[in-house]
């Protein structure tokens, strides 16, 4: 059983930073890739950041600059610190992450997911 838990979102006024963290918790024996989604009401849900077990990252254009994604492996914890926030960037952010399990199987999956907003 693998469980992914989020915290760090609020309400915050723009230009305000946030930092989020989501936790991978159980029989993890590689966390691979992790990454940020991010949903706001009525649209699709959108990639924020992502970041593999080496460290190698990638980010929406609309991000670059403002928000920087990292991780502690040994936590198996993947960190999202935002700044410069915009109204527009409300919405739950979710964690993703693809594991390697102890048994050889792989989980991808989601946390809960933790609402960020932000007021003009």
């Known amino acids: 059983q693998i469980h992914l838990a989020e915290s760090g979102g609020g309400f915050v006024q723009e230009g305000d930073s946030l930092r989020l963290s989501c936790s991978a918790s159980g029989s993890i024996f590689r966390a691979n890739v992790m990454g940020w989604y991010r949903q706001a009401r009525g649209k699709e849900r959108e990639l924020v950041a992502v970041?593999?077990?080496?460290?190698?990252?990638n980010y929406a254009d609309s991000v670059k600059g403002r928000f920087t994604i990292s991780r502690d492996n040994a936590k198996n914890t993947v960190y999202l610190q935002m700044n410069s926030l915009k109204p527009e960037e409300t919405a739950v952010y979710c964690c993703n992450a693809v594991i390697t399990k102890y048994n050889g199987g792989v989980y991808t999956g989601w946390g809960q997911g933790t609402q960020v907003t932000v007021s003009s």
């Open positions: 970041i593999t077990s080496g460290g190698s990252t």
